[in-house]
């Protein structure tokens, strides 16, 4: 069993910037892949951004590559997305995640989520 808490969500404006963490705890974290998803008003939940055990493996959805950093702290537990050239579109309640495979679809496990809102 792995928990997971995020935190670091808010309101900034357009063009701003905001590092989401996730803590986990429980099973060894550093056997997961961790991932964060989003998930807007009136749409699905969708891939973000995902990183792998060791942080050698590292996938992005197009729609944030460039803007957006996915990274880890296997001492601390702890995944982080930072988030910078935010757009109003990037807002959403996030959520980070974590498998034991390798995967940007299907995780085991999720934390209960983090609003974000870009402000235009």
């Known amino acids: 069993q792995v928990q997971l808490v995020e935190s670091g969500g808010g309101l900034v404006p357009a063009g701003g910037s905001l590092r989401l963490s996730c803590a986990a705890s429980?099973?060894?974290?550093?056997?997961?892949?961790m991932g964060w998803f989003r998930q807007a008003p009136g749409k699905e939940r969708e891939f973000v951004a995902a990183?792998?055990?060791?942080?050698?493996?590292?996938a992005y959805a197009n729609s944030v590559k460039g803007r957006f950093t996915i990274s880890r702290d296997n001492a601390k537990n702890t995944v982080y997305l930072q988030m910078n050239s935010l757009k109003p579109e990037d807002t959403a309640v996030y959520y980070c995640?974590?498998?034991?495979?390798?995967?940007?679809?299907?995780?085991?496990?999720w934390g209960q989520g983090t609003q974000v809102t870009v402000s235009s």
């Open positions: 995640a974590a498998d034991p495979s390798w995967t940007i679809r299907n995780y085991d496990y």
């Open positions: 429980g099973r060894t974290f550093t056997s997961y892949t």
């Open positions: 990183i792998s055990w060791s942080g050698g493996t590292i």
